[in-house]
C-alpha cells in the first residue's frame, strides 16, 4: 500500500509551472525573462523521471503496449477497437461509449451473483492490484488519478468477466438488446492494444465463484473464443491447459494456437521443407505454390487429429495441413497475434508468422485459393478467391523488418 501512495503522491507538472525570473538583465517585457533557470529545469525533469518505476527490468514488464506506427497506421482497422474499449489505451472514445452503460450492468451483475460479493471487496482487490496493473502498460496515464483507474479496472474486468460467464450460460439477452454482435464483441477482445491485465480478471473470477479452479475458468474463456471464431476446425479445446501467468486474452489465444513457440513450423517425416521459427531467411526458402506443387503431383489432405493449429506434415507426396477457417474476424486476430509474437519473441521465435507466411507461399493467385478449397484445408468465407488472396499476401507485411 505504501508503493501505491508513492506512485498517488509524485506529481509531474508542466515545465511551464516550475520557471522563475532570474535574469535582472533583462526587461520584464522581453521574452527571455520567461525562460527557466538551470535549476528550475533540472527540478522540474527530475521530478518527471521520478514518477518513473524504479525497476531495473521495467521493460520485462510491459505487457500491453501500442502496435508500432508504422504497422498501425496502414492497417488501422485491424488494431483499433470499433465496439468496445478495455483499458485505458482506447478509453474514452466517442464511438464506443454506447457500451460502457453495458460495462455497469455487468456489474450490477456480477454483484448478485451473491451475498458473499460486495463492491467494496471488488473496489479493495482492484485497488491493491493498481500498482502492478499501471506497470503492464508501457505508458504511465498520469491522466488517470487512483479512482479513475481502479473504477476503469473494475468495470472492464467485470465486462470480460460477465461476457464469458454469461456466454456459458447462453444468458445473450441484455448484450443482444443494445444490437452489438458477438463477433465483434470478441474480435474487440483480441485486439493487442485494447487489453486489461488477465490476473484482474481471475481475481474478480476468484471473488465470485469462490476460487473454483483456474484452468476450468481458462478453458471455458478459450472454448467460447474458438467457438465464435473457429479459425481452426475440429478442435480439442478440452485438452488445452496453459502454463505459467497469463498476460491478457491475446496471449492466452496464442498459447492455445501455438501451445509450444521452441517447436518447428513445419514437421516433415520426409523432408520437402522445413520452415524455421525465424523469418530471417524465409525468402530464399520460399515453398511453391499451390498450383505449382499440384503440377509437380503433390498431393493436399486436411489433416485431422492434429496437435495445434501448426501442426504441418509431408509425406509420400501428401501435404496435411489442419483445416483454416477465414472469416471477416480472421485478419485482426491474424495480425494482432503476428504483432504480440514480434513484441514477445522479437525475430527468433515467431512460429505464427512463420505459418502465415508459409500460407502466403502456398497462395499466390485465387486459383490456389480454389485448390486448397477443393481439398478441404481452407473454408472461405470472405466475399471470394480474390479477397483471401489478397489477406493472406498482406497479413504479414511490414511485420518482417
Avoid at 300 to 325: A, C, Q
Amino acid at each position: 500500500m505504501e508503493e501505491i501512495q508513492r506512485v498517488e503522491d509524485v506529481q509531474s507538472f508542466p515545465l511551464s509551472e516550475s520557471i522563475q525570473l532570474e535574469a535582472p538583465h533583462l526587461s520584464e517585457s522581453s521574452p527571455l525573462s520567461e525562460a527557466p533557470t538551470v535549476v528550475d529545469l533540472e527540478a522540474s525533469l527530475q521530478c518527471e523521471l521520478d514518477t518513473l518505476w524504479h525497476n531495473a527490468n521495467e521493460a520485462e514488464n510491459f505487457t500491453i503496449f501500442r502496435t508500432p506506427h508504422i504497422i498501425s497506421q496502414s492497417k488501422k482497422n485491424l488494431f483499433e477497437p470499433t465496439a468496445v474499449s478495455i483499458g485505458p489505451l482506447y478509453r474514452g472514445q466517442k464511438h464506443l461509449r454506447a457500451m460502457e452503460e453495458q460495462k455497469r450492468r455487468f456489474l450490477r451483475d456480477f454483484l448478485s451473483r451473491g451475498d458473499h460479493i460486495s463492491l467494496n471487496l471488488c473496489i479493495s482487490a482492484m485497488k491493491l492490484l493498481e500498482t502492478k496493473t499501471r506497470m503492464c502498460y508501457s505508458e504511465m496515464f498520469d491522466d488517470l488519478d487512483s479512482n479513475a483507474f481502479v473504477k476503469m479496472m473494475l468495470l472492464d474486468g467485470c465486462f470480460v468477466l460477465e461476457y464469458f460467464l454469461k456466454s456459458s450460460e447462453e444468458n445473450w439477452n441484455s448484450i443482444d438488446e443494445v444490437g452489438w454482435n458477438h463477433n465483434f464483441i470478441v474480435r474487440d477482445l483480441l485486439l493487442l492494444e485494447n487489453q486489461i491485465p488477465f490476473f484482474i480478471v481471475e481475481r474478480l473470477y476468484g471473488i465470485g465463484l469462490n476460487q473454483e479452479i483456474r484452468n476450468h475458468f481458462v478453458n471455458y474463456i478459450v472454448r467460447n473464443v474458438a467457438g465464435y471464431l473457429s479459425h481452426v476446425t475440429g478442435d480439442s479445446i478440452d485438452a488445452f491447459q496453459p502454463e505459467g501467468e497469463i498476460h491478457h486474452l491475446v496471449h492466452l489465444y496464442y498459447e492455445y494456437l501455438v501451445p509450444d513457440p521452441e517447436e518447428p513450423v513445419v514437421l516433415s517425416t520426409k523432408p520437402l521443407f522445413c520452415l524455421p521459427n525465424s523469418i530471417n531467411n524465409i525468402s530464399s526458402r520460399a515453398i511453391p505454390s499451390a498450383t505449382e506443387l499440384k503440377l509437380k503431383g503433390l498431393k493436399f489432405r486436411p489433416k485431422s487429429n492434429r496437435e495445434n493449429m501448426l501442426d504441418i506434415s509431408f509425406e509420400y507426396g501428401v501435404l496435411k495441413i489442419p483445416t483454416l477457417k477465414c472469416d471477416d474476424s480472421t485478419k485482426p486476430i491474424f495480425a494482432n497475434l503476428i504483432a504480440f509474437e514480434s513484441s514477445k519473441y522479437g525475430k527468433k521465435n515467431r512460429p505464427f508468422t512463420s505459418f502465415v507466411y508459409f500460407l502466403d507461399n502456398l497462395v499466390n493467385t485465387p486459383n490456389d485459393v480454389t485448390i486448397l478449397q477443393e481439398c478441404g484445408i481452407i473454408e472461405n468465407w470472405l466475399s471470394g478467391e480474390e479477397e483471401l488472396t489478397h489477406f493472406l499476401n498482406q497479413a504479414s507485411s511490414k511485420f518482417d523488418s
